[in-house]
């Protein structure tokens, strides 16, 4: 099992991407103080990011607005 630390990294960026030879997943890659991690996401794990990112920007919005 993976030993989690008690507090989380900030990421300071972030790309996506689906590679030419595996267009079925999409790479996602976080930047943090400790160096970047990739992780290949199915279809639907993507999907399930995009929707979180877009709920997360509107409630960012209306706070700000």
């Known amino acids: ?6 507090s989380a990294d900030f990421v300071t ?3 996506a ?3 030419e030879n595996q267009p079925d ?5 976080l930047t943090t103080h400790r160096g970047v991690q990739d992780f290949a996401l199915t279809e639907q ?3 399930l990011v995009a929707k979180t990112i ?3 920007a509107a409630k960012l919005a ?3 607005g």
């Open 45 to 47: 794990q993507a999907l």
């Open 25 to 29: 997943i999409m790479v996602l890659s």
């Open 13 to 15: 960026a972030f790309a």
């Open 62 to 64: 209306k706070r700000s």
């Open 17 to 19: 991407g689906w590679p």
């Open 1 to 6: 099992m993976t030993k989690r630390s008690t």
């Open 54 to 56: 877009k709920e997360t």
